[in-house]
């Protein structure tokens, strides 16, 4: 990974990591606290094994994590700008098929109007 990778690799962690303490995560993750914390400081790079644990965090398949790794365009932010209840939904709601995700996405729309 390069740098520009390293950085959205952090960023996504931090994102998921939400108000959670590092060792919280860690545990839900799977992972130890110290690989975690060498990874959001940027000073190692995850084992395929923890990038697996990653993805499966996020319930999508290792090549999105990659592209999303590798994706210059992507703002990892908005998972920040989600509540609480929305960002447990969002790895689910990733997994759907596009058909379904427009499904959801117009409930929610009429529950709101």
């Excluded at 098929?97 to 529950?111: G, R």
Aim: aromatic residues 8%; proline residues 4%; glycine residues 2%.
């Amino acid at each position: 990974m390069n740098d520009e990778e390293l950085d959205r690799l952090s960023k996504l962690l931090m994102d998921l990591k939400g108000d959670k303490s590092l060792r919280q995560f860690a545990e839900e993750l799977g992972s130890s606290y110290y690989a975690l914390r060498t990874w959001i400081h940027k000073k190692n790079i995850p084992t395929p094994q923890n990038l697996e644990k990653i993805s499966n965090y996020m319930r999508i398949e290792l090549n999105e994590l990659f592209s999303i790794i590798k994706d210059k365009n992507l703002n990892n932010n908005f998972l920040k700008e989600l509540p609480d209840n929305a960002k447990e939904a969002y790895p689910y709601l990733i997994n759907l098929p596009k058909e379904e995700k427009l499904k959801v996405a117009q409930k929610i729309l009429n529950e709101c109007v």
